[in-house]
């Protein structure tokens, strides 16, 4: 155990020296849910939580980022999504207060908003969802990246984790790479970190922790649900820009998809453009989540969860589940080490 220990230690070293924290274990920035006490319970357990601050209001996203301050001394991060109406503001102010870490996430980040970024202390995490775009990302001033598959909750890409890990993480050395999508064990996480991660980002998992403000219908329904409960959204038509949401079917995905046709008659009609239309698909999502994990409405909200949800079988608090990974991670090691010596 103790060399399997020291091999954890030596595999997320670089992770760890980037957060500054004792396991680069990051939280997914999930709207609604990674708020303050989720966050710094994530963060006081030597973790590092993430603000979602994406659709926050600015002042709302500045009360939160406070409130965190006043609940942990430990490191977190701020995801701003690129596309939000409010993502200028919101990066001003984190820039003015001299938020440690910025999350980029949402699209291709414009140049200028990254050279503001790295014109101060701060640094920058941003998700890349191909070897291309990593490349141009660090190039551009990016100091880590997230590989998020197709596997991970809410709006997702077109590639699974194991394909993303594959394709870039022996290509990407020059910053610190941490996987996602579809995580929610140590043995995974192991695995992640042996092919060249520097760590691994977790979203479903902490979403039904003791810590998170989600209704206990919603984490109930998350519990009870398979892997493959959790699906993707479909897109009827390629002039309406879909971004696929991955959660779990309910009346909530057939209320998406009567919104989706009735969009693009209204397109055929000229009278919506396909970014309004976007934008109105957009609010759906905000709005909907909103009602499964503040109001417990599951039949009408979104259930967004990634396919690990297949692996959540319980409330825990936040520590238990990081100190599981870890154990499960020394665990898979160890088995590992056995098989290699046997060999």
Known sequence: MEKSKALLDTLWKRGREFLGVEYPILGGAMSWISEAKLVSA?????????????????????DEVKKTYSLTDKPFGVNLITIAPNFRKNLDNMLKIEHPYIVFAG??????????????????????????????LVHIGADALVIEGSEAGGHIGPVSTSVLAEQILPTIRKVPVFAAGGIATGRLMMHFLMMG??????????????????????????????AKDAVPTAQFDPRLPVIP???????????????????????????????????????????????????????????????????????????????????????????????????
């Open 42 to 62: 994530i963060s006081n357990a030597g973790a590092f939580g993430v603000i979602a601050g994406g659709n926050m209001p600015p002042e709302k996203l500045l």
């Open 107 to 136: 699209g291709l980040p414009p140049r200028d908003a990254v050279t503001q970024v790295k014109q101060t202390h701060s640094k920058l995490i941003c998700f890349a969802p191909n070897v291309s775009i990593a490349e141009m």
């Open 197 to 226: 991660a520097s760590g691994v980002q977790l979203g479903t998992r902490f979403a039904v922790s003791e810590e998170s403000i989600a209704h206990p219908n919603f984490k109930d329904i998350l519990i009870k649900a398979k």
């Open 245 to 343: 949401v991955r959660a779990l079917i309910n009346g909530s995905t057939r209320d998406f998809n009567t919104l989706q046709l009735g969009l693009i008659q209204q397109m055929e009609r000229s009278v919506i453009s396909a970014r309004e239309a976007a934008e109105e698909l957009e609010k759906f999502w905000i709005g909907g989540l909103r009602k499964a994990v503040i109001d417990g409405d599951v039949e009408r909200g979104s259930l967004m969860a990634g396919q690990s949800v297949g692996l959540v079988d319980k409330i825990e608090p936040v520590a238990d589940i990081i100190a599981s990974m870890i154990a499960d991670a020394i665990d898979e090691a160890d088995k590992i080490m056995e098989t290699t010596c046997a060999d």
